[in-house]
T-cell receptor, first 114, second 113 residues
Framework: EAQVTQNPRYLITVTGKKLTVTCSQN?????MSWYRQDPGLGLRQIYY???????DKGDVPEGYKVSRKEKRNFPLILESPSPNQTSLYFC?????????????FGNGTRLTVT | DQQVKQNSPSLSVQEGRISILNCDYT??????FLWYKKYPAEGPTFLIS???IKDKNEDGRFTVFLNKSAKHLSLHIVPSQPGDSAVYFC????????????WGLGTSLAVNP
């Protein structure tokens, strides 16, 4: 089954404790992206990757890191999480670019930073 | 400044009737539009799209209309079903900015039996 898999689904952590949210897709998509969803702010892009070893900042990259060593995986790293990073996070992928080919989303990771 | 606006945060419709979700945009460089549907505890899923060279695209019960001069698009769901209850996001592809996707804030649709 074609899918984007994120783990974990729920995560509660404390300020400053490094964490990684994993994302994997099995559709051989070149493009992958991370979004966060907050009430009243909609979906905001954190980082995206056009292909292996190619990553770029989205609209709200501060406090996040990503890597794209393999085509299928695109982990999101929070080196020193803070409470303002409490949010619902989505990973997404598509064949190329993002504008015209529909994005496939994971089921989300709800992160709480205390 | 919101370039893609979904002015109705919520909408309630009776089962069997038509649901109309609206989306306005400000940037004339947007040339492709997509609608996504999101259920609670799931990621958004693609629903339907339309290119700016068209004014209508239909897929089963879902039709998207585009009025370029008014910079307005709408999603029609006919007939509405309880399973359509979800948050609907409008997104626009910016041809002038590397095809970046610009998202609306979403409209929560409730279809009442």
């Amino acid at each position: 089954e074609a899918q984007v898999t994120q783990n974990p689904r729920y995560l509660i952590t404390v300020t400053g404790k490094k964490l990684t949210v994993t994302c994997s897709q099995n559709m051989n998509h070149e493009y992958m992206s991370w979004y966060r969803q907050d009430p009243g702010l909609g979906l905001r892009q954190i980082y995206y990757s056009m292909n292996v070893e190619v990553t770029d900042k989205g609209d709200v990259p501060e406090g996040y890191k990503v890597s794209r060593k393999e085509k299928r995986n695109f982990p999101l790293i929070l080196e020193s999480p803070s409470p303002n990073q409490t949010s619902l996070y989505f990973c997404a992928s598509t064949f190329t670019g993002q504008g015209r080919t529909p994005l496939h989303f994971g089921n989300g990771t709800r992160l709480t930073v205390t | 400044d919101q370039q893609v606006k979904q002015n109705s945060p919520s909408l309630s419709v009776q089962e069997g009737r038509i649901s109309i979700l609206n989306c306005d945009y400000t940037n004339s460089m947007f040339d492709y539009f997509l609608w996504y549907k999101k259920y609670p505890a799931e990621g958004p899923t693609f629903l339907i799209s339309i290119s700016s060279i068209k004014d209508k695209n239909e897929d089963g019960r879902f039709t998207v209309f585009l009025n370029k001069s008014a910079k307005h698009l709408s999603l029609h769901i006919v007939p509405s079903q309880p399973g359509d209850s979800a948050v609907y996001f409008c997104a626009a592809s910016d041809a002038g900015n590397n095809r970046k996707l610009i998202w609306g804030l979403g409209t929560s649709l409730a279809v009442n039996p």
